[in-house]
């Protein structure tokens, strides 16, 4: 009987009514009178803080707000993380292609069928529809192929036949900074390039080696004959690694960067190309 008359009386607590009055300090009129309970007192400040609360959580889910937040990232982190995702995954592909190419052409200059090939063709294409028809020029560009070694990476392998330079891959001797330029009218005939000291130099193309030897004015030379009456010199050398005679291939090295001779202000390669006994600029072919 106790608990329920204290129980009893809780309840009644709660709803007991309430009057707020509030009045004007000099005139004491009333100005506002509120019939309150308990138990709407904490209706109001639950609703009330309930509200607050949904109307911060909305702020901060739909406005730049959020990004006040510290470890929330914004709008240009976000627009950031998916492009280079974007990007990642275009560039495992074009990485994946460059694979299947290099492959490819290896197989295709190893006289091999290429295991794999990148199908690129309009799937929108039906393709046993297609007509094919041989054109005049297609059986005269075949004829000619068929003609000649489809596999040969050499200058000239027919010596009758005239190579364009412009076929030829030229090889650089040494890396590094042009100092003096190809210029035949004050009859410097080739290219002076300053490199690191005791610096490697290479052989442009393969060829045979007509002279190596030791002269006043440019110390160390070696010149190499290649195919297509092309001759290379290199001058100013510290040491030569190869003798007249000895055949060499593009890339070789052939000699050490050096300062030899009396027309040289320091260590560097003085480079040389000829081409039917005309000096070329071998800044045209070759980038150092």
Do not use: C
């Not at 470890?71 to 074009?94: A, F, H, K, M």
């Not at 190893?110 to 063709?121: A, H, I, T």
């Not at 297609?138 to 076929?167: A, G, P, V």
């Amino acid at each position: 009987m106790e608990e329920k008359k204290e129980k009893t009386s809780f309840w009644e607590k709660i709803k007991n009514k309430y009057r707020l009055s509030i009045y004007r300090d000099e005139t004491y009129e009333e100005v506002l009178n509120i019939k309150l309970t308990r138990l709407n007192v904490v209706i109001l400040v639950g609703t009330g803080t309930l509200l607050f609360l949904l109307i911060v959580i909305s702020i901060i889910a739909y406005t730049p707000v959020r990004e006040l937040i510290p470890g929330y990232p914004d709008q240009g982190t976000v627009r950031n993380i998916y492009l280079n995702n974007y990007r990642l995954d275009s560039l495992e592909d074009e990485i994946a292609k460059r694979d299947v190419y290099f492959e490819n052409l290896r197989s295709i200059i190893s006289g091999e069928k290429p295991p794999e090939y990148l199908n690129d063709s309009d799937t929108s294409i039906v393709q046993s529809t297609l007509v094919f028809d041989r054109s005049r020029e297609d059986s005269l560009l075949q004829n000619m192929l068929s003609s000649s070694d489809q596999y040969s990476l050499s200058l000239m392998e027919n010596k009758s036949q005239t190579t364009s330079l412009s076929n030829v891959l030229f090889f650089p001797p040494v890396k590094g900074i042009v100092t003096n330029p190809f210029d035949s009218r004050e009859e410097h005939y080739g290219t002076d390039i300053v490199s690191s000291t005791d610096d490697v130099v290479k052989a442009t193309l393969g060829g045979t080696v007509v002279m190596a030897n030791w002269t006043l004015e440019t110390g160390y030379v070696i010149e190499i004959q290649h195919q297509n009456n092309l001759l290379s010199s290199y001058k100013h050398n510290s040491a030569l690694l190869k003798h007249v005679g000895d055949r060499v291939k593009a890339g070789e090295v052939i000699a050490i960067l050096g300062n030899s001779g009396e027309l040289t202000t320091g260590p560097h390669l003085h480079f040389e190309l000829w081409y039917n006994g005309a000096p070329l600029d071998p800044e045209d072919y070759i980038t150092f």
